[in-house]
């Protein structure tokens, strides 16, 4: 009885083994593939196809394309994207290659039943680790500006700089922002002096869309890219979901208020131009921990953009021009009667001007071959007054870039192109509070020339192959060359494996990117001829779509490490009055594991959880040290729920911050330490409530709910003329509880 039993077993499961190998075999030789379009020929990203009465589906990747396996049943396939009518069409054969052109949409009534629209997507059919964050996923938080469009995101951090100016700096694989290549529409931008306020440059209302890319990237846009890429796309007049008019209001109980305005005008069937407006005000200066300094600057902010487009049949324009100004205040406030004979002030005025042109011109459209010119330029004018610390700066910046694509054959594609960056910094500044040193002076430069190219072969959409190099030549550091490549593979639909590696450049400049130090009494001390920065980073990636009780579990697991060979140290640790600018002697890495997981229980309600862990390490003064100021971990707990109707949406949100290393304290007269050596985790809740109508919204919410604060941020508060202040101990939030409303309006095309 027991061999019987046995031999039948053995017998059920080669034939079961079979069957999922036939499966996987039908899986792998059965896709559905093809590209999503508008009227206009653009490719459409994020939009949703599935077989009609199933629940298998996928989303259209970055440039508009999708892959989708095929049942032996089902023929009818169901396309959508907010903004267009349906289309559903009919596919009778299995490995069918589809271009699919979607209609602007018509009027929808007052109240409709529709799916959600999806707000952080991992583009499934990207060679990179990407993950596009939508205007849907934007409006769940209190979206001012881009450093506060990532509170739902497991992957970017911001954080203060500091506790005194109000600078911010995002990190991404558990370093600092200056490793991170920020882009607006694939144009290089707010570097320099513009990165420490820059993150409070582009307003939440202007943006479409956010892709961030993790580990090395593409060399199409430069060789800046390190750690990662984070690309802003904003709102375009040719675009059909473009409004006539919107605009959305702002308050929040830190006095607070934001107004933000945007029109688009169809001047004829290719011609379309749009007008952006924000205006900020923080009209009080808060000081909720009683230390004596604001914990939110006043800022005061104006930025007005106009665009404009033509949309040819192979002739592509697009041009814009973008002027802001903005004064930040902070320092010392008084409380009641108390006067301060000599406060110590923080006044930062800035004035920027940008300007760009793209120019596409497609000679074939079934082998998309094209050839595009980019050209962007920036001035970026501040006057910043630490104390009786100076710092002025005009950066000018020049960017060019000429590419050309095309698909070789069905499975190859190609790319090349000519880059030109080129910074100027003319620098005017005082790095001590003794008045009566006179101000120093320091003009410099780079250009960087560059080629590269990229080639790419894709072999059913199941494995995907992208190699590139690129070679450039600084004027400062001469020639240098950038390699990258990438491998996806998919056995099916449901997983999906990545692996990247790639080198990464940056040249420092030193006084630009961190003159927020300046609101401190450390004293600057930067050593002569600094390299540029010089590192690999390596990644691996496993993403599953799991189909479960008619829905999708969504699974990611990343691994990312970066290894620099050459770094400019930021040594905080050796002197404890000081912050040394240094060449790496030594090893200087981070390592860092991702797990994240998302499923939607019921219909309307969308979940992720997430966790991350990090090792980052530096070789300070001859010590391997835990970089300071860099949490080891990080939880969160993302919730999104939209009643039937679409007529109210819920959103909570709970970081989980972990601890980290302090900068090495010093001991006080008294026998205690400046301040602890390492600092323990934290929690953070956000919660925001929306009432929908026909063509407005209103929400309220509060952030910091949880009211956490850290203690005396700034050390020696009460005496900032001293030699033991110092703004730079900051590791998390310094004002408590927030709450907010808000309004949002929208006139749409009819």
């Excluded at 949703?48 to 298998?56: I, P, R, S, V, Y």
């Excluded at 922002?177 to 440059?201: D, F, K």
């Excluded at 330490?673 to 929400?699: C, D, H, K, M, P």
Aim: net charge neutral.
């Amino acid at each position: 009885m027991f061999f019987n039993h046995f031999f039948k077993y053995k017998t059920e499961m080669k034939y079961s083994l079979i069957a999922i190998l036939l499966f996987s075999f039908t899986a792998l030789q059965a896709q559905v593939k093809g590209t999503v379009k508008d009227n206009l020929g653009d490719p459409i990203a994020g939009a949703n196809l599935f077989w009609q009465g199933t629940t298998q589906g996928t989303t259209t990747s970055a440039d508009g394309t999708f892959s989708l396996s095929k049942p032996n049943d089902k023929h009818m396939l169901v396309v959508s994207f907010i903004g267009f009518e349906n289309d559903t069409i009919h596919v009778s054969n299995r490995n069918e290659t589809l271009d699919i052109v979607l209609r602007e949409g018509v009027e929808l009534s007052e109240v409709n039943v529709v799916s959600r629209k999806l707000g952080t997507m991992k583009l499934r059919n990207s060679v990179m680790n990407e993950d596009m964050i939508s205007s849907a996923e934007l409006s769940r938080a209190a979206c001012c500006n881009l450093g506060e469009s990532f509170v739902t995101n497991p992957s970017v951090d911001v954080t203060y700089s500091d506790a005194a100016t109000g600078a911010k700096q995002i990190k991404l694989l558990g370093l600092s922002g200056t490793y991170v290549q920020m882009m607006t529409e694939n144009i290089p931008n707010y570097r320099g002096s513009a990165a420490p306020y820059g993150l409070g440059y582009v307003p939440g209302p202007w943006m479409q869309s956010i892709q961030v890319s993790k580990g090395s990237s593409s060399v199409k846009n430069g060789y800046e890219a390190i750690t990662g890429q984070i690309n802003v796309e904003f709102k375009k007049p040719q675009l059909p979901e473009a409004d006539w008019f919107s605009a959305n209001l702002f308050a929040s109980s830190t006095n607070r208020y934001e107004a933000n305005a945007d029109a688009t005008v169809k001047l004829s069937k290719r011609w379309s131009t749009s007008l952006l407006a924000h205006y900020e005000n923080e009209t009080k200066a808060h000081d909720s921990n009683d230390d004596g300094f604001a914990d939110i600057p006043r800022v005061e902010q104006y930025n007005l953009w106009n665009r404009w487009a033509y949309m040819g049949d192979r002739y592509v324009f697009q041009a814009g021009i973008k002027v802001l100004t903005e004064d930040r205040n902070s320092g010392q406030v008084s409380h009641g009667k108390t006067f301060l004979a000599d406060p110590y002030k923080i006044s930062i005025g800035t004035d920027r001007y940008e300007a760009f042109t793209k120019n596409a011109y497609i000679f074939n459209k079934e082998k998309n071959t094209n050839l595009a010119l980019i050209l962007s330029g920036s001035l970026h004018k501040q006057d910043a007054l630490y104390g009786r610390k100076i710092y002025d700066v005009d950066q000018h910046n020049a960017y060019a870039s000429l590419l050309f694509e095309t698909e070789l054959t069905k499975r190859q594609s190609l790319s090349a192109g000519l880059s030109f960056n080129y910074d100027s910094y003319d620098q005017h500044y005082r790095l001590d509070n003794d008045a009566a040193q006179p101000l120093m002076k320091k003009f410099t430069k780079e250009a960087v020339p560059g080629a590269y190219v990229q080639y790419t072969y894709n072999w059913d959409d199941k494995l995907v192959l992208m190699g590139g190099i690129r070679g450039d030549h600084s004027s400062e550091y001469g020639y240098f060359v950038t390699p990258r490549f990438h491998v996806k593979y998919n056995p099916n639909e449901y997983v999906h494996f990545r692996l990247s590696a790639g080198k990464g450049y940056r040249t420092n400049h030193v006084l630009a990117e961190n003159n927020y130090l300046l609101a401190s009494s450390r004293r600057i001390d930067i050593a002569k001829r600094l390299d540029q920065d010089e590192a690999w980073n390596y990644g691996a990636s496993a993403s599953a779509y799991i189909p479960l009780f008619g829905k999708t579990l969504n699974l990611n697991a990343e691994y990312y490490y970066t290894d620099f060979s050459k770094q400019v140290v930021v040594d905080m640790d050796t002197d404890p009055h000081a912050v040394l600018f240094y060449n790496l002697h030594g090893r200087s890495y981070s390592q860092v594991v991702q797990v994240e997981a998302s499923y939607p229980f019921f219909p309307g309600f969308t979940f992720t959880a997430a966790y991350r862990w990090t090792d980052a390490k530096t070789n300070y003064n001859g010590e391997l040290m835990e970089k300071p100021l860099t949490s080891k971990y990080k939880g969160l707990l993302t919730a999104s729920y939209q009643t039937p109707l679409g007529l109210w949406q819920f959103d909570v949100t709970l970081q989980l911050n972990g601890g980290g290393r302090m900068p090495a304290p010093y001991e006080l007269t008294d026998g205690n330490w400046s301040w602890e050596r390492r600092y323990g985790g934290f929690e953070q809740l956000s919660a925001q409530v929306t009432r929908y109508f026909r063509r407005w919204s209103i929400y309220v919410g509060g952030e910091n709910l949880t009211n956490f604060k850290q203690k005396n941020p700034i050390i020696d508060a009460s005496n900032p003329w001293g030699s033991n202040f110092d703004a730079t101990m900051v590791w998390g939030p310094m004002h408590g509880a927030k709450a907010y409303v808000g309004v949002r309006f929208n006139l749409p095309r009819i």
